[in-house]
Nanobody, 123 residues
Framework: QVHVVESGGYSVRAGGSLRLSCTVS????????LCWFRQPPGKEREAVAT???????NYVDAVKGRFTVSLDVAKATLYLQTTTLTPEDTAMYYC?????????????????WGQGTLVTVSS
């Protein structure tokens, strides 16, 4: 009954920005973490940013300083504000959720996944 729905992906020019949204419903506890992953074409899924249950964000080096994650608790929505996008950011972006206090960058640690939203960055 857990549903994770991403939105906001689109095709943009290099240097542009997008705000992705992830809405989560059906979680049995308010103690949960959320995470953005992405999967470039032909590559493995990789972490982007996590938000722990206490709201503490963590970023991978590839996006640190360019992407900002924020959580609207009332709306159960996780946002990913992306800036200075490059073609290397082109990927299917996924949102995931897990129960617990801490989030991790290993996708195997995440139980609930959305369908993804596609971000395409052109030169």
């Amino acid at each position: 009954q857990v549903h994770v729905v991403e939105s906001g992906g689109y095709s943009v020019r290099a240097g542009g920005s997008l705000r992705l949204s992830c809405t989560v419903s059906g979680l049995p506890s308010t103690r949960y973490c959320l995470c953005w992953f992405r999967q470039p074409p032909g590559k493995e899924r990789e972490a982007v940013a996590t938000v722990d249950a206490d709201g503490d964000p963590n970023y991978v080096d590839a996006v640190k300083g360019r992407f900002t994650v924020s959580l609207d608790v009332a709306k159960a929505t996780l946002y990913l504000q992306t800036t200075t996008l490059t073609p290397e950011d082109t990927a299917m972006y996924y949102c995931a959720a897990r129960l617990g206090w801490r989030g991790y960058f290993d996708p195997n640690d995440w139980a609930h996944w959305g369908q993804g939203t596609l971000v395409t960055v052109s030169s």
